[in-house]
């Protein structure tokens, strides 16, 4: 196997290559054993782990919700407004090059 120096030095750090440069014999492992089949969790459990994490969660108060549905809104005009005036440019740009 023809390599330089760097690429031998790294094979040999991994442990692929031997001292003498020549590759070691590869070591064949078992395949790993299979996992046990872990148990299902019933919906009960499930349920109420759910409703624990959601109490975690940091909720916005009823004004930012309504502060960030307007400027949601707000953005949505402007950018439908943006795409639907350089739809109509350009459909008169092209009909105005090909006329």
Request: proline share 8%; hydrophobic share 45%.
């Amino acid at each position: 196997m023809a390599m330089n120096r760097e690429t031998k030095r790294l094979l040999q750090r991994q442990g692929q290559l031997g001292a003498d440069g020549e590759p070691k014999a590869a070591r064949k492992t078992a395949p790993p054993a299979p996992r046990p089949k872990e148990k299902r969790t019933p919906p009960t459990v499930f349920v109420k782990e759910v409703r624990a994490e959601l109490r975690k969660v940091a909720w916005p108060t009823r004004s930012e919700t309504i502060n960030y549905s307007i400027i949601v809104f707000i953005t949505l005009i402007v950018l439908t407004a943006a795409i639907a005036g350089l739809d109509l440019g350009m459909g008169k740009a092209v009909l105005w090059i090909f006329e």
